[in-house]
C-alpha cells in the first residue's frame, strides 16, 4: 500500500468507519487519537495502519506527530469534532474558546503541519463543519460559530492551496456517535429529531464516511473548494407546511 492518509479523530465513529474505507480500497490509514485503547484496537483491525497518541488540542504535540509521519500523505482528514449546546445566555467565553480550539485552531495546524507532506503527494484535505452552521438552531452559539470558522477555513485553504492540494468540507447533521450520545440515547428524543429530516432518520457514522472517502480519493478530483451537506436534506428541505 503505497498511499497514506492521516485521519484525525480516528477512534469517533466517522473517523473509525473512514478508516476502514481507506484500508478496504488498498490505503494505508493513519490513526491518531488521544484514546490509545480504541486506537490500538482499531489499528489492529486494520493490518499495515499506523498509529499515533495526540490530543489535538496540545498544538506542539500535534506539530511533532504528524512532521515524523514524513512524506507523502495522500490525504488529511479531520474527524474530530464537538457538540456544545447551551442557551446563548448561559454561553461562557470559555465554551466558545474551546469549541473554536478543537473544531477550527486544531484543524488549520493539523493541515500546516501536514502541508509539506501533502504538497509531495499532490493530496486531498476533508474537514467537517455541520448542518448548524448555515441553519440556525437554537442553544447551538458556540458549535455554530466554531463550525463556521471551519468552512471559512476551508475555502480560504483551498483558494491557497490550489492546484497542488484539494481542500473540501462536509457538513453533516445530527449523527450517531459518541459525542452525539446525550442526544440519541433516548429513543423517544432521537425519533423526533430524525423525523425533522426530509430522509427521516439519524446520519450513521458510514453515510459521512462515504462522502469523505470520496472526496479524499482520486474520483474526486475536480472537486475543491466545497462545503458538501450530508444531512438527510435537513439543510435545505421543507417538506411539510408550517
Given at each position: 500500500m503505497t498511499d497514506r492518509v492521516l485521519v484525525l479523530g480516528a477512534t469517533g465513529g466517522v473517523g473509525a468507519a473512514l478508516a476502514r474505507r481507506l484500508a478496504a480500497r488498498g490505503v494505508r490509514p493513519v490513526l491518531l487519537a488521544r484514546d490509545a485503547a480504541r486506537l490500538a484496537a482499531l489499528a489492529d483491525e486494520l493490518p499495515g495502519a499506523e498509529s499515533l497518541?495526540?490530543?489535538?488540542?496540545?498544538?506542539?504535540?500535534?506539530?511533532?506527530?504528524?512532521?515524523?509521519?514524513?512524506?507523502?500523505?495522500?490525504?488529511?482528514?479531520?474527524?474530530?469534532?464537538?457538540?456544545?449546546?447551551?442557551?446563548?445566555?448561559?454561553?461562557?467565553?470559555?465554551?466558545?474558546?474551546?469549541?473554536?480550539?478543537?473544531?477550527?485552531?486544531?484543524?488549520?495546524?493539523?493541515?500546516?503541519?501536514?502541508?509539506?507532506?501533502?504538497?509531495?503527494?499532490?493530496?486531498?484535505?476533508?474537514?467537517?463543519?455541520?448542518?448548524?452552521?448555515?441553519?440556525?438552531?437554537?442553544?447551538?452559539?458556540?458549535?455554530?460559530?466554531?463550525?463556521?470558522?471551519?468552512?471559512g477555513m476551508t475555502v480560504a485553504l483551498a483558494a491557497e492551496l490550489a492546484p497542488a492540494v484539494r481542500v473540501n468540507c462536509i457538513a453533516p447533521s445530527l449523527t450517531r456517535s459518541r459525542i452525539a450520545e446525550p442526544l440519541t440515547k433516548n429513543p423517544a428524543m432521537a425519533e423526533a429529531i430524525a423525523k425533522l429530516h426530509p430522509l427521516p432518520r439519524l446520519g450513521e457514522p458510514e453515510d459521512i464516511a462515504a462522502m469523505a472517502d470520496l472526496l479524499l480519493s482520486p474520483s474526486a478530483g475536480w472537486i475543491t473548494g466545497q462545503v458538501i451537506a450530508v444531512d438527510g436534506g435537513r439543510s435545505t428541505l421543507r417538506t411539510k407546511a408550517g
Open positions: 497518541v495526540v490530543d489535538v488540542t496540545d498544538s506542539n504535540a500535534l506539530k511533532a506527530a504528524i512532521q515524523g509521519l514524513g512524506a507523502p500523505l495522500s490525504g488529511l482528514a479531520f474527524c474530530v469534532g464537538s457538540i456544545v449546546l447551551k442557551p446563548a445566555a448561559r454561553t461562557s467565553e470559555a465554551d466558545l474558546l474551546d469549541a473554536f480550539r478543537l473544531n477550527a485552531v486544531a484543524a488549520a495546524m493539523a493541515v500546516q503541519a501536514a502541508l509539506p507532506a501533502l504538497l509531495a503527494a499532490q493530496g486531498s484535505v476533508v474537514l467537517f463543519s455541520s448542518v448548524a452552521a448555515r441553519t440556525g438552531f437554537t442553544n447551538h452559539l458556540a458549535i455554530a460559530a466554531a463550525k463556521a470558522a471551519v468552512e
